[in-house]
């Protein structure tokens, strides 16, 4: 019986979920398989195919090639999605993500709200590091452009005595980029 379920499951991933056009395409005789991120299935999927496809900038126009090497960026978990697709379902890398994206598309980020920053506050005994770390967090995770809002709202969420509050006060910063660099001098 175990035997049974076992030559199944092999039966199973040896089938190819592209068409004969994918499968029998030959790779580029130069080819060098990138290094990805694993997609483990608990993290937004268009930032993984984003982020493949900038790793395969270069044979983005080979959809062969893209639909083959996209699997070795899969994790465990994710393949048996992948070995349960439908032979010869694939048509194209675009039919591949559109699938992997609907598959997955639970796991995608829902931007914060601008609120999530404005109540954030350096917590007692918290390291400057800490809260800075949290913060920016925090702040990359809201869409759309905040920028001033942000910077009011790390220094009002540092205490009355804090030194960086201080030097915030007397003398503001009109970017992140200068109120990153006044953290540091800070740290």
């Given at each position: 019986m175990r035997n049974d379920a076992i030559s199944k499951a092999f039966r199973q991933i040896s089938k190819s979920p592209f068409t004969r056009k994918?499968?029998?395409?030959?790779l580029p005789h130069h080819f060098t398989q990138p290094t990805f991120t694993i997609y483990n299935g608990r993290t937004n999927p268009v930032e993984h195919v984003s982020h493949f496809n900038q790793r395969m900038a270069i044979h983005s126009r080979n959809e062969?090639?893209?639909?083959k090497v996209f699997p070795s960026s899969l994790g465990p978990v994710v393949?048996?999605?992948?070995?349960?697709l439908e032979e010869g379902s694939i048509r194209s890398f675009e039919e591949l993500t559109k699938a992997f994206g609907a598959r997955f598309m639970?796991?995608?980020?829902?931007p914060r709200p601008l609120d999530s920053l404005l109540s954030m506050v350096m917590r007692e005994e918290e390291t400057l590091k800490t809260y800075c770390n949290r913060y920016w967090e925090t702040f990359?995770?809201?869409?759309?452009?905040?920028?001033?809002?942000?910077?009011?709202?790390?220094?009002?969420?540092?205490?009355?005595?804090?030194?960086l509050r201080k030097s915030l006060t007397m003398k503001p910063v009109r970017s992140m980029r200068q109120l990153m660099d006044r953290i540091d001098e800070h740290k």
């Open positions: 994918i499968d029998r395409a030959k062969a090639l893209m639909c393949m048996r999605w992948f070995n349960g639970t796991r995608s980020r829902v990359n995770e809201i869409d759309g452009d905040f920028e001033n809002v942000a910077i009011r709202t790390f220094k009002v969420g540092l205490p009355m005595e804090h030194d």
